[in-house]
């Protein structure tokens, strides 16, 4: 099964467009789980099994497992494989090496999709289109504070990217990565990239507007867009009740993400458990 197959029976199945960020940070998952043996893993664990049945997806951050590598492998390992597993790696190089970068992330370690940086252009991620049943989101307008230094500024990078996205999504396996704190960008996006998947991160600690999301990102059936949330969903507790927490805060964002779908989509839709 690829990751739209995937994505699509397990959004059918969730009735969700959430994806919980699995960012596991030393300093403030609770203070108990540091006597595991793998604190990082035993956290995560709790997070995946109180909200597999509210997500579409999960994104797990690079950044967070290079210091414990292993808590990444085990942790794709703990995500039952009906669910798609996004790889936040941002990376991208030369064609040579973005190959070994493909290989590793895809056959080794089995991610069904993974974020690149598409600055070098084709020949750096053309690897990664080669495995036609895994799927590559490109940085186009990301949610950090410093999106105008080059994204936004005069040439418009963010729109560039999308409409080469668009070009090169011959296999249908190309979408985009396109921040939740910048709103007023969506349309223009949209309309030059009316085909692509938007994985959207800013939702929740970053202070993205859902309903501007949802009006602007989504397809005219409030689909084609996954709506990432991390530390609002992960940290809402930092007690021994985190991984209960967590669920009411994944459970309360998929309901107001359906509550603002089209009425005869979100009839179906009502974010009640299944």
């Not at 990751?3 to 203070?31: A, T």
């Not at 036609?132 to 410093?146: D, G, H």
């Not at 500024?153 to 990217?161: D, F, K, P, T, W």
């Amino acid at each position: 099964m690829d990751f739209i197959e995937k994505l699509s029976s397990i959004r059918k199945r969730n009735k969700s467009l959430l994806c919980v960020g699995l960012d596991p940070d030393r300093d403030r998952i609770p203070r108990f789980l540091l006597k595991e043996r793998d604190p990082l893993l035993a956290f995560n664990k709790e997070i995946v099994e109180s909200t597999k049945d509210l997500v579409c997806a999960y994104k797990l951050n690079l950044a967070f497992y290079l210091e414990e590598p292993k808590s990444l492998e085990r942790t794709r390992d703990l995500i039952p494989s009906h669910i798609p597993v996004i790889l936040d790696a941002k990376c991208g190089d030369i064609g040579n090496t973005a190959r070994v970068y493909a290989r590793i992330y895809f056959e080794l370690m089995g991610f069904d999709a993974v974020t690149l940086n598409p600055y070098m252009g084709f020949d750096a991620i053309s690897p990664f289109f080669e495995y036609r049943e895994r799927f590559i989101f490109l940085l186009c307008l990301t949610s950090n504070p410093s999106v105008d230094d080059f994204q936004t500024a005069e040439g418009s990078i963010y729109l560039r990217v999308a409409k080469k996205a668009s070009e090169w999504n011959k296999l249908g396996n190309c979408g985009l990565v396109v921040g939740a704190t910048r709103t007023e960008y969506l349309p223009q996006i949209r309309s030059v990239a009316p085909k692509l998947i938007f994985l959207i991160p800013g939702v929740g600690a970053q202070g993205g507007k859902l309903n501007s999301v949802m009006r602007f990102a989504a397809d005219p059936r409030g689909e084609k867009i996954i709506i990432n949330s991390s530390r609002g969903v992960i940290y809402a507790s930092s007690n021994p009740d985190f991984s209960q927490a967590a669920r009411r805060e994944a459970e309360r964002l998929r309901g107001e993400i359906n509550s603002l779908r089209p009425k005869e989509i979100s009839d179906n839709n009502s974010g009640k458990s299944v």
